[in-house]
């Protein structure tokens, strides 16, 4: 009994402590964060741009997410326990939109806001949605590829998936600016390799054999560009590749040449923007219901300008 | 895994287990009265509600691993068989479009269908069980994949499958105490396993086996036999967490599960069930899978920074075990 108790006291000792850091701002605004990841650099960046804006506005923020994207009932269940707190404000990016329909829900009937971020969430309860603009971002590659093959030739787009929004946002970002402003560039080929890096190395593999004249090949995410990067390589091919987010690997391969550049998104910003919104509603603000929280494009030239090392992960 | 364990185990399994269930249950009355203290959130309804629902997937979960480690072995595989349970039901009711009851008994089967392949590799092959089930981790993970199309399948056009989880019987009779049914089915499981580990015969060679196969073996008994039934019965109470996940995301989510095989071992070892095998109950399982989640939820509650959230659980673990060892050691 005696070391139960022992145990409990250091928990309860452990937990005081980790809480008293931010209990600060109790009277001001509490927004709870749950996000689609944690540990993955990408969140972690979303998770600092959150904890900026928390210091700058004054409000207290939290920011959760399961270990892994597939974890939709884990997601639930921090959801829940965040309504439990009774926060001022959720910011929520959803793995599946139909799972938290039930919880959102609630957080309607108990007039907490809801602010959607990274991807949107099929549902009309959340007030907006901070989100990169992938159409745009990805037409954005379109016409930098198309400045540096010259204007004319064949290209092809190796994706990540063909039913994930992102995945068809920018396929079809891509494809579309091409066909409407570059008649002479003829997209050959729109392959999917899961994001994987090895499926979509041995797709690029494919693309260029079967096209040696081929100019330029767009990767849709870190796994497919770096994929295309290491087909290209593996073949010696000296084809024009921009990827998409960043990530130690590809930022090397851009470093290096073997990848022209890449597009990148802002997660900080996401972040950022996400509490804004959240602070905004609670003052009864009224929101647009998307918030661009913008990209950029990066190559060995700028990538190491304040403007874009600050939106660049590892 | 037929180790030294037997001796203190054989001494009174009743009495030393009852004992580790008040230090679990004290352990869990003291979590809840610091989140209680600490936060006015904590003791709500909708709250308590959320750490029940919380509980029901890894409580069944843990449920059907006590069983596995009772025998001594170790079953790898609940989590994925959980998902790949969960894809049955999605295939049967979404993409064949079968009635409602065809889906849950349909998935419970496959449970059984899986548990019992896992019980003959182990028993006849005599493939060690961390290694088959091992292995059957990564072919239900992989088959989960393969039969969905790497896609989540929606229940929508299966209108009361939600309600399995998610719907309150209770609260239709009693509307201030809307305790979802997944709860509700986790105590049934509950009660079921204690009966079948204190009443029956496959109760009695559960601990038999756990505390000395080889003693069991030479006094005649058909070992293999009730080991495979022990797997099987293990899968089938998979089946039932995979309807309960299911239910509550309306979805089978393929890529969900692996990892989850370890929340459920944490439950079953903080709830005073030995990994070495022969001594264990349904109960300590149950109150080691709410101290999971009490704590995850009051530390959430509580703003506690993710990171730390993660060091307090696995101290919590290592504390409740040494705890174990040095009751034993006393006794």
């Known amino acids: 009994m005696l070391t139960r108790r022992h145990l409990i006291a250091a928990a309860s000792a452990l937990a005081m402590l980790a809480a008293s850091g931010p209990a600060f701002a109790q009277d001001n605004y509490d927004i709870a964060l749950i996000s689609k990841g944690f540990q993955h650099q990408f969140w972690q960046a979303v998770k600092a741009g959150a904890d900026k804006a928390g210091a700058d506005l004054g409000v207290n923020v939290t920011f959760e997410g399961p270990e892994s994207e597939s974890q939709v009932d884990r997601q639930m269940d921090m959801l829940a326990a965040a309504l439990s707190r009774n926060p001022d404000a959720i910011g929520f990016a959803a793995l599946d939109s139909q799972a938290a329909i039930p919880l959102l829900q609630q957080a309607k009937e108990r007039n907490i806001p809801v602010i959607a971020f990274d991807s949107g969430v099929d549902s009309d309860i959340p007030l907006t949605t901070a989100t990169t603009d992938n159409v745009a971002a990805a037409a954005l590659a379109a016409d930098v590829m198309a400045e540096l093959i010259g204007g004319e030739g064949k290209i092809a787009v190796v994706a990540h998936d063909q039913t994930s929004r992102t995945g068809i946002d920018r396929r079809d970002g891509f494809v579309n600016r091409i066909k409407e402003a570059y008649p002479n560039i003829e997209i050959v080929s729109v392959q999917y390799g899961g994001g994987d890096q090895l499926q979509s190395t041995e797709i690029t593999k494919s693309i260029l054999l079967a096209n040696p004249d081929l100019k330029g090949i767009f990767g849709t995410n870190e796994g497919s560009a770096i994929g295309v990067a290491n087909g290209k390589q593996e073949l010696g091919s000296n084809v024009v590749v921009i990827g998409f987010d960043s990530g130690a690997a590809q930022k090397d391969m851009v470093r290096s040449g073997l990848m022209a550049g890449a597009i990148t998104q802002n997660p900080v910003g996401i972040g950022y923007q996400t509490v804004q919104a959240a602070v905004a509603a609670l003052k009864g603000e009224a929101l647009p219901p998307v918030i661009d929280t913008g990209f950029y494009f990066y190559d060995a030239k700028n990538m190491d300008s304040p403007e874009i090392a600050a939106v660049l992960y590892d | ?331």
């Open chain 2, 1 to 331: 895994m037929t180790d030294t364990a037997a001796s203190p185990a054989k001494s009174g399994p009743r009495i030393t287990g009852a004992f580790h269930r008040l230090l679990a249950f004290s352990g869990l009355l003291a979590l809840v009265v610091v989140f209680s203290l600490a936060s006015p959130n904590f003791m709500q309804t909708q709250n308590i509600l959320a750490i029940l629902q919380a509980t029901s997937v890894n409580g069944v979960l843990a449920i059907a691993a006590t069983l596995v480690i009772i025998t001594g072995g170790i079953d790898l595989s609940v989590g994925t068989l959980m998902t790949f349970c969960a894809v049955i039901a999605g295939v049967l009711l979404t993409f064949w479009g079968l009635p409602l009851p065809v889906g849950v008994v349909g998935a419970i089967l496959a449970g059984t269908a899986s548990g019992l392949v896992s019980g003959v590799v182990i028993a006849k092959l005599k493939v060690p069980p961390f290694i088959a089930t091992l292995g059957m981790m990564l072919i239900l993970k992989g088959l989960s994949l393969v039969i969905s199309g790497t896609r989540p399948i929606y229940f929508n056009d299966t209108p009361g499958f939600t309600q399995i989880s998610q719907g309150s019987l209770v609260g239709a009779l009693v509307p201030v105490l809307p305790i979802p049914n997944g709860v509700l089915i986790l105590f049934g499981v509950a009660l079921l396993a204690a009966f079948v580990l204190g009443k029956t015969a496959l109760g009695r060679y559960t601990f038999a086996l756990g505390s000395n196969e080889e003693a069991v073996r030479l006094s005649g008994v058909n070992v293999d036999r009730w080991k495979i039934a022990v797997y099987a019965v293990a899968g089938s109470i998979c089946g039932v967490a995979g309807l309960l996940i299911a239910s509550r995301l309306n979805s089978a989510q393929p890529a969900l599960g692996q990892g989850y095989e370890l929340d459920a071992i944490a439950a079953v070892v903080i709830g005073g069930t030995s990994l070495s095998g022969g001594r264990g109950t349904v109960l300590g399982t149950l109150i080691g899978a709410l101290i999971i989640s009490v704590l995850a939820n009051g530390l959430r509650i509580l703003s506690v920074a993710q990171e730390w959230q993660t060091v307090v659980t696995g101290t919590i673990i290592i504390l409740a075990v040494y705890a174990d060892i040095l009751r034993r050691r006393n006794l």
